[in-house]
């Protein structure tokens, strides 16, 4: 009797054990499977048509809406939250990114034939970094009082997913003028994103806009916008509402590494994501 | 105050006070994309704090006795984040080499840490906090090494506390415009809210 439940139950063990196998290859074939169409997923229309990409307002439209860097691509967080305290900061730190995202993506794509695969990049991280130390001069001599208030994420700018990830999936592929006309897109997009949370944050925290103090808002403002847990929930808010909006004119919401512009270079991509 | 104390003072206030991701906004990509389980979590943080504290390990002399005593301070950026890649780069080929196991566990995050805002922050910030004109090199050496293990340790904590956070919202009901990102922002500010109580704890 005692045998044939020891039996029995190393049966049902050797039977779970093959049903806890089995539901974890079902798993990994239906992750396969989803990451390997949403890599096959085709762009919506007015994404994938080279003319639209190219035209000035195709491409504007693209940078700023369709493919916001910071609401959409959720790339370059870190400024994001970090610069918004004020809008005025946060054109400058927009600005100052733009500027860094044009020159580098026209360098690079100028030099895409020339850098080898193997090392583009550290090629690539150079060639920004040299950017970003202009700016960070050209900041610190016409602007200095931008410089104390965006502090150590001027030079943080050379880490910003979004250069690094615009230089890989786009200007080592196209002309000179059209990832001028990306970066400038995309800094533009970057640019809009901050200044909405710069005005919120300013707005709810300090009762000011752009320095000018507001009538009503200026006598209770609620602080907890201008500190860290308000740029985390204010970030979260927008992308709602971005997420909200792109719902509402079918665009896909961006999930797993087919998005992803560090896909390429990400070794977490073969194992199903960083998600 | 002695050096011991200051060493202690460093670290807490790197976990506490100055937390690299809830009060600073530096390696929030890795926070938010990596913090689901809580495996991956640690995997992630004890690569953060390896690479922290070897990258200031490197960076901090090149600083005083290379950019500074040459007057190429504006050199900064480039030399830092070249020598960033470099190191990290040559730390993975060799725990792939003589160390399997590490590399495969840690290896995975390397390249993603490369180009992390905390890192390149941290290297920055402690030449700037710990500047030649305030501290002797040595001493200035050990209170950047420590705050970087300090930073490095409170990467830890908030990614620790913030992936069992992420695990209890598996099961809730959340609405549909807020699933995903949304969500997990506001749970990462109501965690940076909490890290705000210990504003003042530490006296730096």
């Known amino acids: 009797m005692a045998k044939k439940t020891i039996s029995m139950r190393r049966d049902s063990h050797e039977e779970s054990a093959a049903v806890i196998e089995e539901a974890q290859a079902v798993e990994q074939t239906e992750a396969e499977a989803i990451l390997s169409e949403a890599q096959a997923e085709p762009l919506p229309a007015a994404v994938k048509k080279p003319s639209a990409g190219s035209t000035f307002a195709g491409a504007m439209k693209r940078g700023v809406i369709l493919e916001n860097p910071v609401l959409r691509l959720v790339l370059g967080t870190c400024p994001t939250l970090a610069t918004t305290t004020a809008a005025s900061n946060a054109i400058g730190m927009g600005i100052a990114a733009t500027l860094v995202l044009i020159c580098s993506n026209t360098v690079i794509s100028l030099l895409r034939n020339i850098i080898p695969d193997k090392v583009r990049i550290p090629a690539y991280i150079t060639i920004i970094a040299s950017f970003v130390s202009i700016v960070q001069m050209l900041v610190k001599a016409f602007a200095p009082a931008l410089d104390e208030s965006l502090g150590i994420y001027l030079p943080l700018i050379v880490v910003n997913c979004i250069i690094l990830g615009r230089a890989e999936m786009y200007a080592s592929k196209h002309a000179p003028a059209l990832s001028a006309l990306d970066g400038l897109a995309m800094g533009v997009g970057f640019t809009t994103a901050l200044l909405c949370m710069g005005t919120i944050r300013e707005v709810l925290g300090a009762g000011s806009l752009f320095g000018a103090k507001l009538p009503i808002l200026s006598g209770q403002p609620i602080l907890f916008f201008s500190l860290a847990p308000g740029g985390f929930f204010v970030f979260g808010m927008l992308i709602a509402a971005a997420n909200k909006l792109s719902k509402k004119n079918n665009l896909p919401v961006r999930n797993g590494c087919g998005d992803c512009p560090a896909a390429a270079t990400c070794s977490l991509s073969g194992k199903g994501g960083c998600k | ?204």
């Open chain 2, 1 to 204: 105050m002695n050096m011991f104390r200051m060493i202690v003072t460093i670290i807490l206030a790197g976990i506490l006070t100055n937390n690299y991701v809830l009060s600073k906004f530096l390696g929030i990509c890795p926070f938010l994309g990596v913090s689901k389980k809580l495996d991956t979590a640690m995997g992630m943080s004890a690569a953060v704090i390896f690479v922290m504290v070897l990258s200031t390990a490197v960076t901090y002399p090149i600083q005083r006795f290379v950019l500074e005593a040459l007057g190429l301070e504006y050199l900064q950026t480039i030399v830092f984040i070249l020598i960033i890649a470099a190191l990290v780069q040559l730390v993975e080929i060799v725990l792939k080499k003589y160390i399997p196991a590490l590399h495969a566990s840690l290896g995975v995050y390397l390249p993603l840490i490369t180009t992390n805002c905390a890192v390149l922050g941290c290297a920055i910030l402690v030449t700037e906090d710990y500047s030649s004109g305030a501290y002797g090199f040595g001493e200035g050496y050990v209170y950047a090494l420590s705050c970087a293990f300090g930073s490095g340790v409170g990467f830890l904590v908030a990614m620790a506390i913030f992936a069992g956070v992420r695990k209890r919202m598996e099961s809730c009901d959340i609405p549909e415009t807020l699933k995903g990102l949304p969500i997990t922002l506001v749970a990462a500010s109501l965690v940076a809210m909490s890290f705000l109580g210990f504003a003042g704890v530490v006296h730096m």
